[in-house]
């Protein structure tokens, strides 16, 4: 980096966390082993990130989609991440990180909802990180009902069409409150977005790294900064270096 360019971290970063299922079947092993390798990962990344200074970060730990996949598949995930989290929530709470699912609670069972809420609940006031789990999560669900909730206002009178702009969908989202990501990085090699904060991604960079989620660890995790801080976001606007010329 040259010597005064400006170290940039971005505040918002969302991981696609992928790959868990390949990282199992290279050594031949069933597919769960990934997936809890993948847990150990998340708690890692999680740590270093807030060390880092990162002020929010969401990651994707199950799509609306995954419910599709094999039922024994679901129910080990689903339960992995809820044991997990249930152990964690002591130890994130003293790190100062602030807990908060963001997925469709509307069809989420009460045992699974009731671990979420303590969670929220117990991290609400802490001033660390913000860790937005996207669990039972799709980015046109979120719209979906962010366009409902926008209707049923208006159709109630507190609010009128002309009222309806950008920021109000964006406060009708589950991320409503945090800003848009400004960092997205996919582990796995997928370039697509999985339904992934379709609204939010609007101008976020995107980093996209072969390495499978269960492998990925803090140096990866630079390397995403750092090439995040070699960019030049320009959100449609012309380059600054080409106007004060
Ligand atoms: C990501 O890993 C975890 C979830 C989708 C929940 P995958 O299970 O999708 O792993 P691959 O993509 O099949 O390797
Ligand atoms: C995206 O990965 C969902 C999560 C990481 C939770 P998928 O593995 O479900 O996405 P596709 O099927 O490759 O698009
Ligand atoms: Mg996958």
Redesign the pocket.
Known sequence: MAKNQQYCIPSHVAI???GN?RWAQKRAMPRFVGHRQGLAALKRIVRYASERGIETLTV????T??WQRPQEEVNYLVNLIHETFSKEIGELHREGVRIVLVGDRSTLSSDILRVWDRAERITAENQGMTLNI?FNYGGRTEIVNAVKNIVTKALAGSISIDDINAELISEELYTSHSPDPDLLIRT?G?Q?L?N?LLWQSAYTEIYVTTTLWPDFDEKDFDKALDSYSQRERRFGKVPAKELTK
Do not use: L, P, T, V
């Open positions: 696609i966390m992928d299922g994707y730990a199950f799509s989609e995954n996207a796995g997928e697509r999985s992934f």
